[in-house]
């Protein structure tokens, strides 16, 4: 480990850094939510990033990647805007599979208007 | 123009710490690019027209940044100028993210601008009792 020689100067930076994050979270309350309309809510109500791999034989899509991994989305929140297809339930994981997917297939998230996955089955 | 940082610092840029760092970037850079490339272009793209940092540009310019600051550490890069002009953009995406983002940046992968706040802001703080042997 890198240390000074003078320890007081190494309880001084950390003193300084505890303050600093402390004076950073009472920013975070007090304007965060400034930011958050700045950044046109993009970080409050973030889209999934869903990538699938795709069965045009079995007529399946199988959930292969999320992002962000660490909020939690819902199928409740999507909808098939054209095509059928039968959505699972709950939280959306790896290895959830949309089945009996028949025509052009588009899938919204509702709460961002975002189109999730579009393709078409025969 | 005399810059404050000619003495690496030692506390807020030890070893472990720029481990820690280039880890939890890298980590998050091959995310980025490997787990959902979708978004990467358009993120930096809006990064540099509103200015407003993102995970996608944080991922990219963080990695870049804490190599270098490593490799300054280690005195392979003898440049404190671009030392300390890397320091102030740590303070900016640090400031920005844990002020703007829900979680205050402490939830994967935002927690790492927790580092960067670390480390910009004790970088300075650092340098500047140094320099001036305050308190």
Known sequence: MGLNKEPKNNIKIILLIILTLFIL?????????????????????????????????????????????????????????????????????????????????????????????????? | MKFFFEDRPKFTMNPLILILSIIQAVMLLQMYIFGSGQSYISDITQFFQTGMPNPSACGVLFTVWTIVLALYWAKIVKSPKLSTIMAIIFVYFGTMITIGFPDFGLNWPTSVHILEAYIGYGYIYESIIKKYKLW
């Open chain 1, 25 to 122: 979270y009472i920013l975070h309350i007090s304007i965060g939510s400034y930011f958050g309309v700045e950044s046109e809510g993009k970080y409050d109500n973030e889209s999934p990033e869903i990538g699938f791999q795709v069965d045009y034989l079995s007529k399946i899509l199988t959930v292969d990647s999320i992002y962000p991994e660490s909020k939690d989305f819902y199928w409740n929140d999507i909808t098939v805007a054209s095509g059928n297809a039968t959505l699972p339930y709950d939280t959306i994981d790896k290895g959830d599979q949309i089945t009996n997917c028949e025509g052009e297939i588009k899938l919204v998230y509702e709460l961002t208007g975002a189109t999730i996955w579009e393709g078409e089955f025969s």
